[in-house]
């Protein structure tokens, strides 16, 4: 079946540091592909999305691009803010239905 | 911007007393899924609803959980009875269509079984 695969955490990164959160998928078929984070307490929260090979999604500085070469959807953000600490979770979903496969989720601590 | 709406957000009861969540989904959308997260993992479906109609619910245990969307908008998922590997975060999200669309998500109940 299908499935998700990130890193693990805690991330733990300065302010302003690089971030990339590894997420490679195994599935059959041309899934869309997605980034969600969860805030503390809350639920989840669509980050950016990419539905076919080549896409590139992106949202609040952060960037996604859908490698279907490596089956891969590495999370990118250039700057990060303490305001980004959060649970960030990969997912896929075959467009022949519509659930959502996740990963485990990556946490991100980002210290000032 | 629509929201979807969860009720409560946080339950505590003790193990084999009955339990219950509610969902309102964002006005339109006529797929609605109820997800179950357990601390430390991310979500798994437990039931998708397409109007009022259960599309999937292979996952969901039937014989303690239940799910309804009697007119085709908001829904109600029931345990009875809970036991204490029943506390997670229980998530409900829903999509303008069953295919292809992006799942938009409630904030979630906290459920904590004693």
């Known amino acids: 079946g299908d499935s998700v695969t990130q890193m693990e955490g805690p991330v733990t990164l300065s302010e302003e540091a690089f971030l990339t959160i590894n997420c490679t998928y195994t599935?059959?078929?041309?899934?869309?592909l997605f980034w969600y984070v969860q805030y503390p307490g809350e639920g989840l929260q669509l980050l950016l999305k990419?539905?076919?090979?080549?896409d590139k999604g992106s949202n609040k500085g952060f960037e996604a691009t859908y490698r279907k070469e490596t089956t891969s959807f590495h999370l990118e953000k250039g700057s990060v803010q303490v305001s980004d600490s959060a649970v960030y979770f990969c997912a896929l979903n075959q467009n022949a239905g519509n659930m959502l496969t996740f990963g485990g989720g990556t946490r991100l601590m980002v210290k000032p | 911007e629509a929201e979807v709406a969860q009720s409560p957000r946080y339950k505590i009861t003790e193990k084999s007393q009955a339990v219950a969540f509610w969902c309102d989904p964002i006005?339109?959308?006529?797929?609605l899924y109820w997800y179950r997260q357990i601390l430390g993992q991310g979500p798994e479906l437990l039931v998708q609803f397409q109007d009022e109609s259960v599309v999937d619910d292979s996952q969901l245990p039937k014989d303690r959980f239940s799910a309804e969307r009697l007119k085709g908008v908001d829904s109600t998922l029931k345990i009875q009875p809970a036991e204490l590997g029943d506390s997670a975060m229980y998530l409900c999200a829903s999509s303008l269509r069953p295919i292809r669309e992006t799942q938009y998500f409630g904030p979630g109940t906290r459920l904590l079984v004693l």
């Open positions: 599935a059959t078929g041309y899934p869309s």
């Open positions: 990419a539905t076919k090979a080549d």
């Open positions: 006005s339109g959308h006529a797929t």
